[in-house]
Antibody, heavy 118, light 112 residues
Framework: QVQLQESGPGLVKPSETLSLTCAVSGYSITSGYFWGWVRQPPGMRLEWIGSIYHSGNTYYNPSLKSRVTISRDTSKNQFSLKVNYVTAADTAMYYC???????????WGQGALVTVSS | DVVMTQSPLSLPVTLGQPASISCRSSQSLVKSDGNTYLNWFQQRPGQSPRRLIYKVSNRDSGVPDRFSGSGSGTDFTLKISRVEAEDVGVYYCMQGSHGPGTFGQGTKVEIK
C-alpha cells in the first residue's frame, strides 16, 4: 500500500522559507508518476503548487514559480517543497500528492498545516 | 488558468434521497488527446481529499456505485443516488486538461 506523509515546521516567520518533506512508502518515486504539492488556504479553494516527475523534471504553477522549488532525495524516497519569502497568504494546509498525469491525483498525504506569522 | 465553478456551495440532503452537484469550466475540457480530464474528490471532515471519479465518469476502486459522474465540454455533474451518513463532507471538481490543474470552490454536503 502506497502512503505519503508530510513533515516540516508548522510555523514560519514572514519573509522566511517554508520547507516541507513528503516521505513515500510502498513505491519508488523514480519508478513512475508525478509527485506534487497542493495547498488549501483557510476558506479558499485548493491550489496546485507544482510537481516533480519520476525523471526529476519539474513543473510549477506559474503563479508561484518564482518562489517555489520542488526537489527529491531518491536515497530516502522522498520529495520536498520550498517556498521562499513567505507571507500570511502562504498560510495553508499543504498536501503532498501522487499524480498519474494530467493532474489526475490518485493519492493524498494527510496534510501539514503551515502558519506564517511572526 | 481554467476557472471551475461549482453549484450549489451548500447542499442539505435527507438521508436516502438523491443529491446532485454541478461543475462548470471556463473553457472546454476536451484535451487534444481526445480525453476529458475532469475529476471529483470527496473530503470528509478531518480527512484528506479522496478521488471518487476520474475522466468524467470513471469510478475509483472502492467507491460505492451510488456515486456517478457525467457531463461533457464545460458542464459536469456528480450524482449521489441515495445519500448516506458517511457521504457528509466537501466535494470538489478538478480539471487536468489545461495546465495547471484547477479546482472548484467545493460543495458542502450535509444531512438535513
Amino acid at each position: 500500500q502506497v502512503q505519503l506523509q508530510e513533515s516540516g515546521p508548522g510555523l514560519v516567520k514572514p519573509s522566511e522559507t517554508l520547507s516541507l518533506t513528503c516521505a513515500v512508502s510502498g513505491y519508488s518515486i523514480t519508478s513512475g508518476y508525478f509527485w506534487g504539492w497542493v495547498r488549501q488556504p483557510p476558506g479558499m479553494r485548493l491550489e496546485w503548487i507544482g510537481s516533480i516527475y519520476h525523471s526529476g523534471n519539474t513543473y510549477y504553477n506559474p503563479s508561484l514559480k518564482s518562489r517555489v522549488t520542488i526537489s527529491r532525495d531518491t536515497s530516502k524516497n522522498q520529495f520536498s517543497l520550498k517556498v521562499n519569502y513567505v507571507t500570511a497568504a502562504d498560510t495553508a494546509m499543504y498536501y503532498c500528492v501522487r499524480d498519474n498525469g494530467n493532474w489526475e491525483i490518485d493519492l493524498w498525504g494527510q496534510g501539514a498545516l503551515v502558519t506564517v506569522s511572526s | 488558468d481554467v476557472v471551475m465553478t461549482q453549484s450549489p456551495l451548500s447542499l442539505p440532503v435527507t438521508l436516502g434521497q438523491p443529491a446532485s452537484i454541478s461543475c462548470r469550466s471556463s473553457q472546454s475540457l476536451v484535451k487534444s488527446d481526445g480525453n476529458t480530464y475532469l475529476n471529483w474528490f470527496q473530503q470528509r471532515p478531518g480527512q484528506s481529499p479522496r478521488r471518487l471519479i476520474y475522466k468524467v465518469s470513471n469510478r475509483d476502486s472502492g467507491v460505492p456505485d451510488r456515486f456517478s459522474g457525467s457531463g461533457s465540454g464545460t458542464d459536469f455533474t456528480l450524482k449521489i443516488s441515495r445519500v448516506e451518513a458517511e457521504d457528509v463532507g466537501v466535494y470538489y471538481c478538478m480539471q487536468g486538461s489545461h495546465g495547471p490543474g484547477t479546482f472548484g470552490q467545493g460543495t458542502k454536503v450535509e444531512i438535513k
